[in-house]
């Protein structure tokens, strides 16, 4: 048995925020976004991106090898920087289980959330607990 499948019923559920370097436009993050898709789908996981200007906020959750893995492929990727975990955790079911990387970015609709959710004058995740970052993309995914 290969070590993937050792601990393969073992799910966790990460929650990250990062920068968006500068140079990441909007084909970009429909790029970042197919990529997470085809991925996920091949590897098990699911989750919630959101896109604000200059940040990200996701949560990635699957089998606990692959969450690793993907973790060191993040930490690595150019087209962010400041990687901070805001919360990692074992769960017994999938929050995003229909989605292999649902989404949102800021429209007019779901302005108010991102305003819910902002204690400065613009959304920065960064400041979030994990339990407000995992309430705003809920609230995010329900628009
Ligand atoms: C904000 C952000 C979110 C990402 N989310 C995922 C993801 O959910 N799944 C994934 O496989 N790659 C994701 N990526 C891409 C990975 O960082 C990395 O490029 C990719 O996993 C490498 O895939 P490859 O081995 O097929 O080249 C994301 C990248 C960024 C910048």
Excluded: C
């Amino acid at each position: 048995m290969s070590q993937n499948n050792i601990d393969a019923h073992i799910l966790i559920s990460m929650t990250y925020a990062s920068r968006a370097n500068s140079d990441v436009s909007a084909e970009d993050f429909n790029e970042i976004l197919k990529q997470a898709q085809e991925n996920n789908a091949a590897n098990g996981i699911t989750g919630m991106l959101t896109f604000n200007k200059d940040y990200f906020l996701q949560t990635i959750e699957g089998p606990r090898a692959q969450i690793n893995r993907l973790l060191y492929g993040l930490i690595a990727d150019q087209r962010h920087y400041d990687l901070q975990l805001l919360e990692t955790r074992e769960i017994k079911h999938r929050e995003w289980a229909k989605w292999s990387m649902n989404y949102a970015s800021p429209t007019e609709q779901n302005a108010a959330v991102y305003l819910k959710y902002s204690t400065t004058v613009n959304f920065n995740p960064y400041l979030l607990n994990a339990e407000s970052a995992n309430n705003l993309m809920r609230e995010l995914s329900s628009i």
